[in-house]
């Protein structure tokens, strides 16, 4: 199996930013968003630190462009942005940056010490940035403007509930919440065991599910299968052929759409998740994504969030992440639970073929036919596999 970039995004950006043919571009991202996709370059130009472009294929319109627009603003066909001008958070650049960050804080009654950093980001929906404050550490979410009173109503809902959140600091209208640090420890940094870390998730799942709240969770699965196809497809100029068509066949024997009918967190994994002195969960982190919704899309995320996280975990320290992903399969794996994990690492299987990693492409499609097929012992993969390609 083989894929290449989308070369249209490359020369689009190329064009652009009228780069020489020798500057490299490197993919870093991409990830469906409106009618298209967000994709994210490295660009390096001779004698100069890199940059981070976005070029945007969604089609949606945004209340102000802060970079180069193909089409108008009232019909865009193509946008791009240089990292932190994101279009969809207009919080993020300025809360990026000391000077303009000290005045957004000090609004919110936040002091810090140090400038903000950002340690995680998705174009067009979120950023995460950490800053230093005195005794402690402060975190900001920065979210497109309109999802902020969602997003801040659905966290006090779920601890008024009993869900154990961080508190909730502060928030303005231009898309900024500010959250404490959360109790416990990151499960990342524990030494918890599989199986009672198991037991916890159902613990917070049964806990979450009976939350009120009426917005659906932002999963949209179906919508990522289909996504994951048609790239598939769009590189190849054909429908996809082989295993990775194979893997789309079972995925869409199980698939199973039911109407939401329980609150589920939306993104569920152990990398989401504080726990106490006692293993027990402490802290939830990321509900954005949380609403209604189907279980088993949480049941999926975390399975293939364990596999990945497996697969991407050192030999030599390996063996209770897979003991994890094992258990998550033997707890939850019904057939729909594993069409809609399979489902997420044939997008790691496309992302990493995208990055030009064409063995890492492989080993994820190994995992992801082995989390279709309960016959089959979730592990890290065989180079003498013969599936393999």
């Not at 969604?58 to 791009?80: D, F, K």
């Not at 992801?368 to 592990?379: F, K, R, S």
Request: proline share 7%; net charge negative; glycine share 8%.
């Amino acid at each position: 199996m083989t894929l290449s970039i989308a070369a249209g995004e490359v020369e689009l950006l190329r064009d652009a930013l009228d780069l020489a043919a020798d500057v490299p571009v490197a993919l870093l991202s991409r990830e469906p968003f409106g009618d298209g996709a967000i994709a994210g370059f490295e660009v390096t130009p001779p004698d100069a630190a890199p940059l981070t472009y976005f070029v945007d294929t969604s089609g949606r319109v945004v209340a102000e462009e802060t970079g180069m627009l193909l089409g108008s603003p009232a019909a865009p066909e193509c946008r791009i942005w240089v990292h932190p001008a994101d279009p969809y958070l207009p919080a993020l650049a300025p809360a990026a940056f000391s000077q303009a960050a000290e005045t957004l804080l000090a609004r919110l009654g936040v002091s810090a010490t140090a400038p903000p950093r950002i340690v995680g980001y998705r174009a067009g929906r979120r950023a995460v940035l950490r800053i230093d404050v005195a005794g402690g550490v402060r975190w900001i979410k920065v979210v497109p403007p309109q999802r902020v009173d969602r997003i801040v109503g659905t966290h006090r809902r779920l601890a008024d509930a009993g869900i154990p959140m961080a508190d909730l600091v502060g928030w303005s209208s231009d898309g900024l919440i500010v959250l404490d640090q959360a109790r416990g420890t990151g499960a990342p940094d524990v030494v918890w065991r599989p199986s009672a870390l198991l037991d916890a998730v159902d613990g917070l799942r049964a806990a979450l599910a009976v939350v009120e709240v009426e917005h659906p969770a932002r999963v949209g699965l179906a919508e990522r299968r289909d996504w994951y196809a048609a790239r598939f497809r769009e590189a190849t100029g054909a429908d996809p052929v082989g295993r990775v068509a194979a893997v789309f066949d079972e995925v869409a024997k199980a698939w199973r759409d039911d109407e939401p009918r329980a609150t589920i967190h939306g993104d569920l994994h152990f990398g989401q998740l504080f726990l106490d002195d006692a293993g027990r969960i402490s802290g939830l982190i990321d509900v954005d994504t949380t609403g209604r919704g189907d279980p088993d899309d949480d049941a999926a995320a975390f399975i293939a969030h364990a596999v990945a996280s497996a697969y991407l975990t050192p030999e030599d320290r390996d063996a209770r992440v897979w003991e994890l992903a094992r258990g998550a399969l033997s707890r939850w794996g019904s057939a729909p639970v594993r069409a809609r994990a399979a489902t997420l690492l044939l997008g790691q299987v496309l992302g990493a073929q995208e990055r030009g990693n064409p063995e890492c492409a492989d080993d994820l499609l190994t995992l992801a036919e082995a989390a279709l097929d309960p016959a089959i012992e979730v592990g890290r993969p065989d180079a003498s596999d013969p599936r393999r390609t």
